[in-house]
């Protein structure tokens, strides 16, 4: 029996994120957590499609049910192991990706770590084929930032990113790439819609443990 959906992250600080959406939005919705920083310093150093072996073990072993992957870099690569699974495993930034596409063509993505970008870039062209729409996706590499969550300083690395956000120019819609930035989005002072992707990924990996 599921007893819960499962979160899949990459760094422990997530997981208090979670769990208070889960309060706000869906109490009484039980989550299942699985911290596993190792495979974000793979996917990093080696690549994303460097952590599938080690992502398909791990899955395989953590229980029926849906699968919500919360790190950017190696969503790509956990959606696409579902079919061998048998199980729904959904990316944290793919709802969030489909938003923006509904905003506007304009869209910039912040992000705080590199490797980051190439699978952001490409979800959102996937969402925009998907649409039936033209975008122009521009990124942007914050400096800095993920070094200061690396060191814990969380408000250090929101702060960083908030400006980045408040800097741009010439978008319809700002993406946050990463779960660890979102909280920019409440630090911005930007004209046009920041986008993270927590909420809107809680959410669908709830409605697919419903359904």
């Given at each position: 029996m599921v007893t819960g959906l499962l979160l899949l992250h990459t760094s422990p600080v997530h997981v208090p994120v979670f769990d208070a959406l889960r309060d706000r939005g869906h109490p009484g919705a039980g989550l299942r957590h699985l911290v596993v920083p190792e495979l974000?310093?793979?996917a990093r150093r080696d690549g994303p499609d460097s952590v599938a072996p080690a992502l398909r073990?791990?899955?395989a072993d953590a229980g029926p049910g849906p699968v919500l992957v919360t790190c950017s870099t190696i969503g790509a690569v956990a959606e696409?192991?579902?079919p061998a699974l048998g199980r729904p495993v959904l990316r944290v930034d793919r709802p969030m990706a489909a938003a923006a596409v509904r905003t506007?063509?304009?869209i910039t993505v912040l992000a705080t770590v590199e490797s980051t970008l190439g699978p952001t870039r490409a979800l959102?062209?996937?969402?925009?084929?998907?649409?039936g729409a033209a975008v122009s996706v521009r990124t942007h590499l914050v400096a800095g930032a993920w070094e200061r969550f690396e060191a814990g300083d969380t408000e250090g690395c929101l702060a960083l990113v908030a400006a980045a956000a408040d800097a741009v120019t010439g978008a319809d819609v700002i993406v946050l790439a990463q779960v660890s930035a979102a909280?920019?989005?409440?630090?911005t002072t930007a004209r046009v819609p920041v986008l993270a992707s927590p909420a809107a990924g809680l959410a669908a990996g709830l409605a697919a443990l419903a359904g």
């Open positions: 974000l310093e793979r073990e791990l899955l696409a192991l579902a506007g063509p304009r959102l062209a996937e969402e925009a084929e998907a649409a909280g920019a989005a409440e630090r």
